[in-house]
Nanobody, 127 residues
Framework: QVQLVESGGGLVQAGGSLRLSCEVS????????MGWFRQAPGKEREFVSV????????DYADSVKGRFSISRDNAKNTVTLQMNSLKPEDTAVYYC????????????????????WGQGTQVTVSS
């Protein structure tokens, strides 16, 4: 059983920044592709960003490109999402998730391919 714990959410004004972290249990973290997703009230869960198991490939949703940055520290079993220039439409619960087939396939933006999820952390951006 893999456990994920997100932290770093909160309330921030538009234009501000937040840094989300996700700590993953177990010894195989360095083989996982890691994704961030978000879900706003009344909306479906959507892709935000992903980083490959090796850390050299990343992808972002068009809505966050140039504002968000994903990184990972395999020594600390942690993936981080730096969020800058936040907008009210970024308000959502943010989830990290593991794709344990990391070395076997390309990074994915599809939630169904992710097998373990954190409990989520609330991000609220006020206008």
């Amino acid at each position: 059983q893999v456990q994920l714990v997100e932290s770093g959410g909160g309330l921030v004004q538009a234009g501000g920044s937040l840094r989300l972290s996700c700590e993953v249990s177990g010894r195989a973290f360095s083989t996982y592709n890691m994704g961030w997703f978000r879900q706003a009230p009344g909306k479906e869960r959507e892709f935000v960003s992903v980083i490959s198991w090796s850390g050299d490939i990343t992808d972002y949703a068009d809505s966050v490109k140039g504002r968000f940055s994903i990184s990972r520290d395999n020594a600390k079993n942690t993936v981080t999402l730096q969020m800058n220039s936040l907008k009210p439409e970024d308000t959502a619960v943010y989830y990290c998730a593991t794709d344990r087939a990391g070395p076997l396939r390309r990074i994915s933006t599809t939630p169904a391919l992710y097998d373990y999820w954190g409990q989520g952390t609330q991000v609220t951006v006020s206008s």
